[in-house]
Every structure is written in structure tokens, then in C-alpha cells.
């Protein structure tokens, strides 16, 4: 079974389709969008789906949808997009993860990290790391100048900042995503080896308690959460079979 997730970036949310992605056509898919849109999309709006290599593919059709069922992923994500009716150029500004420059349209800034700046398509993955402020006009840059001069430290030290820039480095936001998660699991096994040491556990993790974590994990990048949130699901629905706990938790996370 295969699952769709519709992300609509100007609600700044994503949703898992219920049903089976292999039977939704494309005026299904067009209604789901609407559903939780809340209007009828307009001719501003498109569906594209974008692959690994950062290929846009627009979806207008059944047999452009029908080509992208063939692909072999369990989870395949669309995005609905605005077309851009004016680019808005941000002068002496780069992308700290992709390098564009200038930045195009809308810029976002870090509040934690220093001297950050990203355009719209990596701000997703680092918003989910700490807040950014979104600078649609470069006129204002002017206002925030002062914002980060006097606050920079203090809200720097609260969040307790994991990604550090210098001149030559940027730490990918990918990688610190995958050592959040490792950490988590691995503060576990950790836990797990302190009590073996100590008589508590007698044996090694058993197969179904190894099952419970790769499926916490699955969910966890599906849904786009911390692990922590699911564990306590996948223990108390283990007799499910993945592709039904990813149906039930949709109704629950999503």
C-alpha cells in the first residue's frame, strides 16, 4: 500500500491521504486539496512533485499522476504550489545551505543561529530546528538589524543552539536531524547496556522489541516528528502491521 502526503507550503502544513495513493485520480486528489485547503484551487495553484535529484515534475493529469504511482516509494510526496508572479531579489544575500545568491522571492532568517539566512525550499528543514523569521521585501532588513543586535545572545543561549556556521563550514540540517535521532536511539541502547551491567536485564533486546523501534523510526520520518511521539503508539498497536499503524496514526498525528 502506498501512501500520498500533500504538502501545502502557504498553510506551512502537510497531509497523509487516508486512502490507498495506487486508486485517487486526479480530481480526487484535486478535491482532497481543496478539503483542506478550505477554497477551490485556483489557476495560481499546481501540483509538483519533486524527485531526488530537485527535478520539478507538474501534475495536471491522470497520466501524469498514474506515472509517478510507478515509482517505487512507499511514501510519495506532492506539493501545491504558487506560481511566482514577480521574483523578488534580496541584495548581498546567500543561501547557508543551498548557496543561492541572491536569495529569490522569500528569505528567512534564523533567530537561534547566526548570521543564517535561507532561501524558501531549505527553511523547512531548519524550521523544524528552531523559529525563522520570514523577509518577504528587503526594505525589512532594516527593522530586524536592531532585533538581532540586541537579542541575538540571549535567545541563542535559551534554545541552546545545535547548528554553528563559520566562514568555510556549514553543518548540513539533514545531519543534525539524523544525530537527534541517532542520539535517541542510541541514549537507549545506552540505558539497555548500564542495566545488563547491573543484573537487570538478563537478555538482549528480543526481536519484537527491535520491531517497535524500526517502526517508531518509520513513523518518525514519515509524520516528521521526534521518535519519542510514536513509541508509545507502536507499543500499544504492535500486533499491526506497518502499513496499518501508518493508517491509524494519521488519524491521530497528521
Not at 1 to 6: D, I, Q, S, T, W
Not at 186 to 192: E, I, K, M
Amino acid at each position: 500500500m502506498k501512501h500520498l502526503k500533500l504538502s501545502i507550503p502557504c498553510m506551512n502544513q502537510s497531509f497523509l491521504y487516508k486512502g490507498n495513493f495506487q486508486d485517487i485520480n486526479y480530481q480526487e486528489l484535486v478535491q482532497f486539496a481543496e478539503s483542506k485547503l478550505g477554497k477551490k484551487l485556483t489557476q495560481e495553484l499546481y501540483f509538483v512533485y519533486i524527485n531526488v535529484e530537485g527535478d520539478n515534475f507538474i501534475i495536471d493529469n491522470d497520466q501524469k499522476l498514474n506515472n509517478l504511482k510507478k515509482l517505487n516509494s512507499q511514501v510519495l510526496k506532492i506539493i501545491l504550489k504558487e506560481f511566482e508572479k514577480q521574483i523578488v531579489l534580496h541584495p548581498n544575500t546567500i543561501c547557508s545551505v543551498c548557496q543561492q545568491s541572491p536569495i529569490q522571492n522569500i528569505r528567512f532568517k534564523c533567530v537561534v543561529c547566526e548570521d543564517v539566512d535561507l532561501c524558501q525550499n531549505c527553511s523547512i528543514e531548519h524550521s523544524k530546528l528552531h523559529p525563522l523569521i520570514m523577509i518577504s521585501k528587503p526594505e525589512q532588513v532594516q527593522y530586524l538589524e536592531s532585533f538581532f543586535k540586541k537579542h541575538m545572545k540571549k535567545v541563542k543561549n535559551i534554545l541552546n543552539c545545535s547548528i554553528n556556521k563559520s566562514k568555510n563550514t556549514v553543518i548540513a540540517i539533514k545531519d543534525v536531524i539524523m544525530k537527534k535521532k541517532k542520539d535517541y536511539f542510541g541514549n537507549q541502547q545506552q540505558q539497555q547496556q548500564q542495566q545488563f551491567q547491573q543484573g537487570q536485564i538478563k537478555k538482549p533486546p528480543s526481536q519484537e522489541e527491535e520491531d517497535v523501534l524500526n517502526k517508531t523510526l518509520r513513523l518518525s520520518e514519515i509524520f516528521e516528528g521526534q521518535p519519542s511521539t510514536y513509541e508509545k503508539f507502536v507499543k500499544q498497536n504492535k500486533d499491526l502491521t506497518f502499513e496499518e499503524l501508518v493508517e491509524v496514526a494519521s488519524e491521530q498525528f497528521a
